[in-house]
C-alpha cells in the first residue's frame, strides 16, 4: 500500500485511511481489548489506557516486551502499518509501541505533544467509535486560550488542522504536523457539523443554494470549534457524508484507539515474552 493518495487537504503529511481494518477484525479487537485483566489499566484523568510492547525508561529507552497477539499476530496491525511505508525511516521500520486508550463519550485529551522517545511517526487507530482530531500550532505572545497538557508554551485556540476520524480508520502524521503541531481531542459527547451558507457576491446568503459541498466553500464546520472538516471528501460511512453535507449531530460513543509508534533507542533487557 502507498499512502501518498491518503494525504489529507490542507496538511503536509497526514494521511487519513478509512476502513483500515474491517469490521469483524475490529469487532475481535474490541473484544480482546474487553477481555484484557483490569490490572492491566491505567487510569490518568478523563480515561484509562494500557501500555503495550514495554515501558519508557526516563532516559526515553524502551524495556521491550512482547505484543499481545491481536496486535502482532491477527490482525496484526503491526505488519499492516510497515506495509503502508510511513516507516520505512524509523530505526525499525514499524511501530514497537502501542498506547491503547478508552474514551468514553465526553471524554478527550488535552493538546500535547508525543515527546522525543519516538521517531517523528505516529499512526492512530480508531475503533468502536468516530472522534474529531484537532491539530494545534504555537503562538508567538504569551496568551493561549485553551489548556495545554503539562503547560507549557502558548498555543493557539484555532486548531490548524481538523479531521474527523471514523471507527475502523487509522491517522497517519508525520513532519512537521507531528514535530512542531500539539493534537488533541475535545471532551465532549457529540460533534455539530454546520454547513455554511453559500453566499453571493454582496455577502448575502443564497436562499436556493442545496448543501452538497461542490466547491471548497461549502467545507463543513464544526460548530463551536470555528474549524472545518479537512478530510470530508475521504470519509466513507454512509450516515456520516450525509451529516457532513447536510449538517447534523454525530453522537460519540466509546471509542478505544491505538496509537502505534517506534521507540528509536530499545535496552537489550528484555521484560517478558508471550
Same mark, same amino acid.
Given at each position: 500500500?502507498?499512502?501518498?493518495?491518503?494525504?489529507?487537504?490542507?496538511?503536509?503529511?497526514?494521511?487519513?485511511?478509512?476502513?483500515?481494518?474491517?469490521?469483524?477484525?475490529?469487532?475481535?479487537?474490541?473484544?480482546?481489548?474487553? @477481555?484484557?485483566?483490569?490490572?492491566?489499566?491505567?487510569?490518568?484523568?478523563?480515561?484509562?489506557?494500557?501500555?503495550?510492547?514495554?515501558?519508557?525508561?526516563?532516559?526515553?529507552?524502551?524495556?521491550?516486551?512482547?505484543?499481545?497477539?491481536?496486535?502482532?499476530?491477527?490482525?496484526?496491525?503491526?505488519?499492516?502499518?510497515? @506495509?503502508?511505508?510511513?516507516?520505512?525511516?524509523?530505526?525499525?521500520?514499524?511501530?514497537?509501541?502501542?498506547?491503547?486508550?478508552?474514551?468514553?463519550?465526553?471524554?478527550?485529551?488535552?493538546?500535547?505533544?508525543?515527546?522525543?522517545?519516538?521517531?517523528?511517526?505516529?499512526?492512530?487507530?480508531?475503533?468502536?467509535?468516530?472522534?474529531?482530531?484537532?491539530?494545534?500550532?504555537?503562538?508567538?505572545?504569551?496568551?493561549?486560550?485553551?489548556?495545554?497538557?503539562?503547560?507549557?508554551?502558548?498555543?493557539?485556540?484555532?486548531?490548524?488542522?481538523?479531521?474527523?476520524?471514523?471507527?475502523?480508520?487509522?491517522?497517519?502524521?508525520?513532519?512537521?504536523?507531528?514535530?512542531?503541531?500539539?493534537?488533541?481531542?475535545?471532551?465532549?459527547?457529540?460533534?455539530?457539523?454546520?454547513?455554511?451558507?453559500?453566499?453571493?457576491?454582496?455577502?448575502?446568503?443564497?436562499?436556493?443554494?442545496?448543501?452538497?459541498?461542490?466547491?471548497?466553500?461549502?467545507?463543513?464546520?464544526?460548530?463551536?470549534?470555528?474549524?472545518?472538516?479537512?478530510?470530508?471528501?475521504?470519509?466513507?460511512? @454512509?450516515?456520516?457524508?450525509?451529516?457532513?453535507?447536510?449538517?447534523?449531530?454525530?453522537?460519540?460513543?466509546?471509542?478505544?484507539?491505538?496509537?502505534?509508534?517506534?521507540?528509536?533507542?530499545?535496552?537489550?533487557?528484555?521484560?517478558?515474552?508471550?
Amino acid at each position: 500500500m502507498k499512502i501518498s493518495p491518503f494525504l489529507v487537504p490542507g496538511s503536509e503529511e497526514v494521511y487519513y485511511i478509512s476502513n483500515f481494518v474491517s469490521n469483524a477484525e475490529e469487532e475481535y479487537l474490541i473484544r480482546k481489548v474487553c @477481555e484484557s485483566p483490569k490490572q492491566k489499566w491505567k487510569h490518568p484523568a478523563n480515561r484509562r489506557l494500557q501500555v503495550l510492547g514495554g515501558e519508557i525508561t526516563p532516559k526515553n529507552q524502551l524495556l521491550s516486551q512482547a505484543m499481545p497477539a491481536y496486535i502482532d499476530s491477527y490482525p496484526d496491525i503491526v505488519t499492516r502499518l510497515r @506495509e503502508t511505508g510511513a516507516f520505512r525511516s524509523s530505526p525499525h521500520g514499524g511501530p514497537n509501541h502501542v498506547i491503547l486508550n478508552e474514551y468514553l463519550p465526553g471524554q478527550g485529551i488535552m493538546p500535547h505533544e508525543d515527546g522525543p522517545a519516538y521517531f517523528p511517526v505516529v499512526a492512530t487507530i480508531s475503533l468502536g467509535s468516530h472522534t474529531v482530531f484537532h491539530y494545534y500550532k504555537y503562538r508567538s505572545d504569551v496568551n493561549s486560550d485553551i489548556p495545554v497538557e503539562g503547560g507549557g508554551r502558548a498555543v493557539n485556540s484555532s486548531p490548524a488542522l481538523s479531521i474527523l476520524l471514523e471507527p475502523r480508520s487509522v491517522v497517519i502524521t508525520m513532519s512537521s504536523f507531528y514535530s512542531s503541531c500539539l493534537h488533541g481531542i475535545q471532551e465532549i459527547a457529540e460533534d455539530v457539523i454546520a454547513v455554511p451558507p453559500r453566499l453571493d457576491d454582496n455577502g448575502h446568503a443564497q436562499s436556493d443554494h442545496i448543501p452538497g459541498h461542490q466547491d471548497e466553500e461549502d467545507i463543513p464546520l464544526l460548530a463551536g470549534v470555528g474549524s472545518r472538516v479537512a478530510n470530508w471528501k475521504m470519509i466513507t460511512g @454512509e450516515n456520516r457524508r450525509q451529516i457532513l453535507d447536510m449538517g447534523g449531530v454525530m453522537k460519540r460513543c466509546t471509542r478505544y484507539s491505538l496509537t502505534c509508534r517506534d521507540v528509536e533507542r530499545v535496552s537489550r533487557a528484555s521484560i517478558g515474552k508471550r
